[in-house]
């Protein structure tokens, strides 16, 4: 059966984002050898370096950097599990499909309970803090996280949905047949009510 046009697209992105999530990754890995390397530089050249007191905060409370590590580590494995059902995807394989749902499903729970829990981490490690500014109004660093968190799951969450919903359309179910095998079973189900149903004593 020719491969949709749904199917084709969401296997090209599925590849698309799992490049660039690996490259986050890569990045996020790789901040802290680069922010090192940024104020070595700068002391080097005699400037005064100054670091953002929120920013040290966080880095220092290990439950913001547990949160930050799992949420890295999975995002490795999330990553390499979009790639391989995008690349399963273009090659109408109907595991890649299976893939394709159990990837959206698990990545619009896990950024729901990474961005709660992560917030709630960061809210224990800013409240009573001194290292916070007083310059900057109460609740605002809060708000501040607040709504970037808000933001950052919505948007995040756009792609698992929209995956999930074109998943379950007619056009992808068709193509791997999992609608032809679903009215197989029934189409056999009732053969078989029948046969016993007219079975005389």
């Known amino acids: 059966m020719k491969r949709p046009t749904s199917v084709t697209v969401f296997g090209i992105l599925n590849i698309v984002f799992a490049v660039i999530g690996m490259c986050g990754v890569a990045v996020t890995a790789a901040q802290p050898a680069i922010q090192q390397a940024v104020e070595q530089a700068a002391k080097a050249d005699g400037q005064e370096v100054q670091q953002d007191p929120v920013q040290k905060l966080l880095a220092a409370d290990p439950k913001v950097r547990l949160i930050g590590n799992i949420s890295t580590g999975s995002g490795v494995v999330v990553s390499l599990v979009l790639l391989i059902s995008g690349i399963a995807l273009l090659l109408m394989k109907p595991w890649g499909r299976t893939l394709s ?56 969450l756009i792609y698992p949905i929209l995956l999930l919903i074109f998943m379950f359309r007619p056009a992808a179910t068709d193509a791997f047949g999992v609608a032809s095998r679903a009215g197989q079973s029934e189409t056999m189900q009732i053969l078989d009510d029948d046969q016993y149903s007219n079975t005389t004593p």
Do not use: N, R, T
Request: charged share 10%.
């Open 101 to 156: 749902i159990v990837y959206a499903v698990y990545d619009i729970l896990s950024k729901i309970a990474f961005s709660a829990l992560s917030f709630w981490f960061i809210q224990s490690a800013l409240k009573g803090q001194e290292a916070v500014p007083a310059e900057i109004p109460p609740g605002a660093i809060q708000g501040f996280f607040a709504v970037s968190f808000g933001c950052s799951l919505i948007f995040g």
